[in-house]
């Protein structure tokens, strides 16, 4: 795919052809916002991505626990640009990057020049080198992989309704969570509610609310990035929920039906990957120097070196709060704020090239800490807040309050604060539908015991 002649016609007639051709790789927070940004600026952009929508990520884990439908957390990337007349969408996959000749290498081999290049690409699930363990133990960064979870953990609850072997059905009943930040935290508070509150009631032979939830994470406390006092407080919140949580437990392999978890061999139908990340390998076709996760290592103005018409930002930027020199985290605020500074520099360079005058001088980007919040379940959450502490419901309506201001669209927002409430007062979880292939790991032939169940 070509970025400028896959749309030339739309460029045509609602762009003028001599203004500097901005590409921007990636729809999601930071690319949404840089390309917003560019609105009023003598610039043409286009913005191209994998997908055609733009995926609000913190609330997969809530699809792959049937709380929420995928069409409640994305929104069509077209739609959120269709009155913007200087910008573009793709839809494509960008191979590499050819700096020396400004220019994209598309999958298909095929090649798209750029005047600005900025790459907010995002990151993928890191297995720390055991990449083979991503097949049994999936991470969740995309809808895909959020509603082939969904099916994972509905399938065995079904499979645990069928079962007579008690070994399998304890294997079916645990699910374990790779991980102890907030995907992790959350994924397992949700997973536990699910199979006590919502599941319960629906099945007649197997008792949802012995499901085991094993929470793995290698460091001596969850949610690292937060305080100890609110990574203890979302410990003693799981394990009243009655998930297990292991700290200082690393995982030594995994295997079709479980790990391997400090030398102990869990059994467990289920295992969900949300121990690391690591930058889009887009960023290693640079060529510059990248960091132990694969970020790039950028200069204080988001630019690679050697490049000033190239902008790394969001998870694929190794970038530095400028009070402590502490890594800029992989939130979305993080990622927004590079856009809208990197936006500026763009829109001011470009009007300064019209005017015949001296581009201003670039500033150095400075990132707000707007905090941290996690929710641990139905009204428990921690949240640090402009110096603020909170815990349990406070923290809770914080964290739906942030989100339902993040999300795109007001339809998305209604829908989604409809589900909640519905979820909240109802203990009950909407979308439990199992989707695409789904393996089941039934040892109970089940022919069999429909046959045993029809003479009883």
């Not at 050697?306 to 502490?326: L, Y």
């Not at 019209?354 to 980007?365: N, V």
Request: hydrophobic share 45%; charged share 20%.
């Amino acid at each position: 795919m070509d970025a400028t002649t896959a749309h030339s016609s739309g460029f045509e007639t609602s762009s003028r052809s001599d203004l500097p051709l901005v590409v921007v790789v990636g729809g999601g927070f930071g690319g949404i916002r840089l390309v917003q940004r560019l609105a009023r600026a003598p610039v043409r952009v286009v913005l191209i991505d994998r997908s055609n929508h733009h995926l609000f990520q913190p609330l997969l884990y809530q699809v792959a626990t049937s709380v929420l439908t995928e069409s409640e957390i994305a929104y069509p990337i077209r739609r959120i640009f269709r009155f913007q007349a200087n910008a573009l969408v793709g839809l494509g996959e960008v191979r590499s990057v050819d700096r020396a000749n400004r220019s994209l290498i598309f999958s298909d081999g095929t090649r798209a020049p750029y005047d600005w290049l900025v790459l907010a690409a995002g990151a993928v699930s890191s297995y720390f080198g055991k990449d083979g363990w991503s097949a049994l133990a999936p991470g969740m960064k995309t809808l895909n992989e959020a509603t082939a979870i969904r099916a994972r953990v509905l399938q065995a609850f079904e499979d645990a309704e069928a079962e007579t072997d008690p070994q399998a059905l304890r294997a079916h009943l645990t699910f374990v969570i790779v991980g102890g930040g907030a995907t992790g935290v959350e994924l397992a508070g949700a997973i536990r509610e699910l199979a006590v509150d919502a599941m319960a009631p629906d099945f007649r032979r197997v008792r949802t609310k012995t499901t085991r939830v094993v929470l793995v994470e290698a460091g001596n406390r969850l949610l690292p990035s937060m305080s100890a006092a609110s990574s203890e407080a979302a410990r003693v919140a799981l394990a009243d929920l009655g998930v297990e949580v292991r700290l200082k437990s690393m995982v030594t392999d995994v295997f079709d039906g479980g790990v391997v978890v400090a030398g102990e061999r869990i059994e467990a139908d289920t295992v969900v990957w949300a121990a690391g990340v690591s930058a889009s390998p887009l960023g290693a076709t640079l060529g510059a120097e990248l960091d132990s996760a694969g970020r790039v290592k950028v200069l204080p103005d988001c630019s690679v070196p050697g490049s000033p018409e190239v902008f790394v930002i969001g998870d694929m930027a190794a970038q530095t709060c400028s009070k402590d020199g502490r890594a800029v985290p992989g939130v979305a605020p993080g990622a927004i704020q590079m856009a809208e500074m990197v936006a500026g520099v763009i829109a001011a360079e470009t009007k300064a090239a019209r005017r015949g005058t001296p581009p201003p001088p670039r500033p150095a980007f400075r990132y707000k800490d707007k905090g941290s919040m996690a929710t641990i379940g139905r009204a428990r959450a921690v949240a640090e807040v402009s110096g603020l502490q909170l815990r349990g419901l406070p923290a809770w309506l914080a964290w739906l309050f942030v989100h339902l201001v993040l999300l795109v669209g007001f339809r998305n927002r209604l829908f989604v604060l409809l589900s909640w409430a519905f979820a909240y007062l109802a203990y009950s979880k909407g979308a439990r539908l199992i989707t695409g292939q789904s393996r089941s790991r039934l040892k109970t032939p089940l022919g069999e015991e429909m046959e045993r169940l029809a003479r009883t």
